[in-house]
Nanobody, 124 residues
Framework: QVQLVESGGGLVQAGGSLRLSCAAS????????VGWFRQAPGKEREFVAV????????NYADSVKGRFTISRDNAKNAVFLHMNSLNPEDTAVYYC?????????????????WGQGTQVTVSS
């Protein structure tokens, strides 16, 4: 069982940066692949980024590649999403999720545990 809590969202101007955090409970956190997803109003939840159990593999959606960076600190049971060059299209609720699957899954259905989400709003 893993419980996830996101933080770090907020209101930022276009071109700005935010760092989201995902704090996890459970002693086996390093046994989970962790992904970030986002959902804008009226849209489906979409994949943003994923990091492997060890942190050695990462993958990103094309829309955020080069602007977002995912990282993790297993000693602190935490995963981070560094977001730069934000634009209004990045406005959404951001969720972190944990999966027992390897291979960097990018489908929400492959994730077992979800946080409650944190709102990111980018103004133009």
């Amino acid at each position: 069982q893993v419980q996830l809590v996101e933080s770090g969202g907020g209101l930022v101007q276009a071109g700005g940066s935010l760092r989201l955090s995902c704090a996890a409970s459970g002693r086996t956190f390093s046994s989970y692949t962790v992904g970030w997803f986002r959902q804008a109003p009226g849209k489906e939840r979409e994949f943003v980024a994923v990091i492997s159990m060890s942190g050695g593999y990462t993958n990103y959606a094309d829309s955020v590649k080069g602007r977002f960076t995912i990282s993790r600190d297993n000693a602190k049971n935490a995963v981070f999403l560094h977001m730069n060059s934000l634009n209004p299209e990045d406005t959404a609720v951001y969720y972190c999720a944990a999966s027992s699957r390897i291979g960097g899954p990018n489908r929400a259905s492959l994730y077992d545990y979800w946080g409650q989400g944190t709102q990111v709003t980018v103004s133009s």
